[in-house]
């Protein structure tokens, strides 16, 4: 006979194990399927090599919803760290502070190009395009020509594969809404003369938070924990467990979820509900009978990366938690340094690790390459930018991470919604959380926060809240405090009745 559990969730990442936890809290049985033989946590696992602990992406935790601040804390209770946010870009051989530094931007860019910025930016307001399409149309209409060409394009174009003029206007409204050229000015001339970030309505504005909270050992110390306490409360999670197939009885209102190991066995299980936080492309595919939206699902497109650690003998590096690399010599296009993120991240106080990161395609000529090769692309590319010399780096590995980043170009938003109203209507009991299994560029608390709202509907029985609203307004992203300290009581979640 195949196992049965009220619940079964594809997925043990944020998403996952948060639905995991709360709902074995509450009494209800649970079988959580995950692909990877010994890891939770998804991308926010942390990595092991040789004592060296790194983040995959790097994940600071801050949130307005006090629900999930409350969630971090009660899975995580003693191990979090207040950390400073450092952040910069560099260009053309400078670094230039992020949030940016007045008199530094203007030092670094020279006082023609600052009037030439400055102009474009007016020209920008004076002559607005209209109903904005394009990633590249609405950074021009918010920030000007030439501080798109100078901050936004390269950076960009790495992280996507793409032109901006491909990426929807969506991904610019999600990310940057609400950070206008003239309120990062403001907040500049406010951190040269006092320090401080300039503060609207009490709140510090979205992406100019200046700490955080971190687990001491990298967030897959909060996944560890969440698996952990779900199993204590009666759930089984499973490793190495590829979704194969599921099958849904319309009469008996049940699943059928066939899944597959790595030995190529295959085991059954059934459940009432299904939380998938597998990208919608791979769980459509495996559903019966095949859903109507499978074409568009299909057309979903995805960005991987990897990493390059760097162990090194140069102590002395750079206070940033990250730097973006927006200079097109190199392919890089962000340099980690874990010890900012936490000193028990690095064992040997005489070493550095720093992480390279290299957005790219599942298949392509960089996802591809040897590991060697990539060390030695990383190696001369750092010494390039002249943070390290290729003789101070002593050791090094390579981790890859397929789909990453759900891509937003100018048809996602189409193809999700009518995936989402197909398997909404005909699957009433499956449940899609979290980024890939929504194809939205969730962070991690808002990735939590899907899985919250679905645990409360399955709980109540009804599709009470809409999850598809979370992160649907940009003022939420990155605008709290560091997320233990302070989150905002006029943060939680609210009832919202799906039409």
Same mark, same amino acid.
């Given at each position: 006979?195949?196992?049965?559990?009220?619940?079964?969730?594809?997925?043990?990442?944020?998403?996952?194990?948060?639905?995991?936890?709360?709902?074995?809290?509450?009494?209800?049985?649970?079988?959580?399927?995950?692909?990877?033989?010994?890891?939770?946590?998804?991308?926010?696992?942390?990595?092991?090599?040789?004592?060296?602990?790194?983040?995959?992406?790097?994940?600071?935790?801050?949130?307005?919803?006090?629900?999930?601040?409350?969630?971090?804390?009660?899975?995580?209770?003693?191990?979090?760290?207040?950390?400073?946010?450092?952040?910069?870009?560099?260009?053309?051989?400078?670094?230039?502070?992020?949030?940016?530094?007045?008199?530094?931007?203007?030092?670094?860019?020279?006082?023609?190009?600052?009037?030439?910025?400055?102009?474009?930016?007016?020209?920008?307001?004076?002559?607005?395009?209209?109903? %904005?399409? *394009?990633?590249?149309?609405?950074?021009?209409?918010?920030?000007?020509?030439? =501080? $798109? +060409?100078?901050?936004?394009?390269? @950076?960009?174009?790495?992280?996507?594969?793409?032109?901006?003029?491909?990426?929807?206007?969506?991904?610019?409204?999600?990310?940057?809404?609400?950070?206008?050229?003239?309120?990062?000015?403001?907040?500049?001339?406010?951190?040269?003369?006092?320090?401080?970030?300039?503060?609207?309505?009490?709140?510090?504005?979205?992406?100019?938070?200046?700490?955080?909270?971190?687990?001491?050992?990298?967030?897959?110390?909060?996944?560890?924990?969440?698996?952990?306490?779900?199993?204590?409360?009666?759930?089984?999670?499973?490793?190495?467990?590829?979704?194969?197939?599921?099958?849904?009885?319309?009469?008996?209102?049940?699943?059928?979820?066939?899944?597959?190991?790595?030995?190529?066995?295959?085991?059954?299980?059934?459940?009432?509900?299904?939380?998938?936080?597998? %990208?919608? *492309?791979?769980?459509?595919?495996?559903?019966?009978?095949?859903?109507?939206? =499978? $074409? +568009?699902?299909?057309?979903?497109? @995805?960005?991987?990366?990897?990493?390059?650690?760097?162990?090194?003998?140069?102590?002395?590096?750079?206070?940033?938690?990250?730097?973006?690399?927006?200079?097109?010599?190199?392919?890089?296009?962000?340099?980690?340094?874990?010890?900012?993120?936490?000193?028990?991240?690095?064992?040997?106080?005489?070493?550095?690790?720093?992480?390279?990161?290299?957005?790219?395609?599942?298949?392509?000529?960089?996802?591809?390459?040897?590991?060697?090769?990539?060390?030695?692309?990383?190696?001369?590319?750092?010494?390039?930018?002249?943070?390290?010399?290729?003789?101070?780096?002593?050791?090094?590995?390579?981790?890859?991470?397929?789909?990453?980043?759900?891509?937003?170009?100018?048809?996602?938003?189409?193809?999700?919604?009518?995936?989402?109203?197909?398997?909404?209507?005909?699957?009433?009991?499956?449940?899609?959380?979290?980024?890939?299994?929504?194809?939205?560029?969730?962070?991690?608390?808002?990735?939590?926060?899907?899985?919250?709202?679905?645990?409360?509907?399955?709980?109540?029985?009804?599709?009470?809240?809409?999850?598809?609203?979370?992160?649907?307004?940009?003022?939420?992203?990155?605008?709290?405090?560091?997320?233990?300290?302070?989150?905002?009581?006029?943060?939680?979640?609210?009832?919202?009745?799906?039409?």
């Amino acid at each position: 006979m195949p196992q049965h559990s009220e619940v079964l969730i594809v997925g043990a990442g944020p998403a996952g194990l948060t639905a995991s936890y709360l709902l074995t809290k509450e009494g209800r049985s649970v079988t959580v399927l995950e692909r990877d033989p010994t890891m939770v946590g998804g991308i926010s696992r942390t990595v092991n090599y040789k004592g060296f602990l790194f983040d995959i992406g790097g994940h600071r935790f801050f949130s307005k919803a006090k629900e999930v601040v409350d969630l971090w804390k009660e899975i995580l209770p003693d191990d979090f760290i207040e950390r400073p946010r450092i952040s910069r870009i560099y260009y053309k051989g400078k670094l230039y502070s992020y949030p940016l530094k007045a008199f530094e931007a203007l030092w670094n860019l020279g006082v023609f190009q600052s009037a030439l910025c400055m102009a474009s930016y007016g020209l920008a307001k004076l002559r607005p395009i209209e109903n %904005p399409r *394009t990633f590249h149309q609405w950074v021009r209409n918010a920030f000007g020509e030439r =501080l $798109f +060409s100078i901050f936004f394009k390269t @950076y960009t174009e790495k992280v996507w594969g793409m032109s901006c003029d491909e990426i929807s206007a969506d991904w610019a409204a999600q990310r940057i809404k609400g950070l206008s050229l003239g309120s990062a000015v403001m907040n500049a001339l406010t951190r040269t003369f006092r320090g401080k970030p300039k503060q609207k309505d009490g709140e510090v504005i979205k992406t100019l938070i200046e700490s955080f909270q971190y687990p001491r050992k990298g967030p897959g110390m909060m996944w560890d924990a969440a698996a952990r306490k779900t199993r204590e409360q009666g759930g089984e999670i499973l490793m190495d467990r590829s979704l194969a197939s599921m099958e849904w009885d319309e009469n008996a209102r049940l699943w059928t979820v066939t899944a597959t190991r790595g030995d190529g066995s295959v085991e059954t299980f059934t459940a009432d509900h299904v939380i998938s936080s597998a %990208p919608i *492309t791979e769980l459509t595919n495996a559903i019966k009978p095949t859903p109507i939206s =499978l $074409f +568009s699902a299909r057309a979903l497109r @995805y960005r991987d990366f990897l990493t390059v650690a760097l162990i090194t003998t140069r102590q002395d590096l750079f206070p940033d938690n990250w730097i973006y690399i927006h200079d097109p010599s190199v392919k890089v296009g962000r340099i980690q340094n874990f010890r900012s993120w936490s000193p028990e991240m690095v064992p040997d106080p005489n070493l550095a690790c720093l992480g390279l990161e290299y957005f790219c395609f599942e298949g392509d000529g960089v996802w591809a390459a040897p590991d060697e090769e990539l060390i030695a692309l990383a190696k001369a590319e750092i010494a390039k930018i002249g943070l390290v010399r290729e003789d101070e780096v002593v050791d090094a590995c390579v981790v890859r991470q397929a789909k990453a980043y759900p891509v937003y170009d100018d048809d996602y938003k189409e193809h999700v919604g009518l995936v989402r109203l197909d398997l909404e209507t005909r699957f009433p009991t499956l449940h899609l959380v979290g980024r890939n299994g929504m194809h939205k560029y969730n962070n991690q608390d808002h990735a939590m926060m899907t899985a919250m709202l679905t645990v409360r509907n399955i709980l109540t029985g009804e599709r009470l809240y809409d999850i598809w609203d979370v992160n649907e307004d940009a003022e939420y992203h990155e605008s709290g405090e560091s997320g233990a300290q302070q989150a905002l009581a006029s943060e939680r979640l609210v009832p919202r009745k799906v039409a």
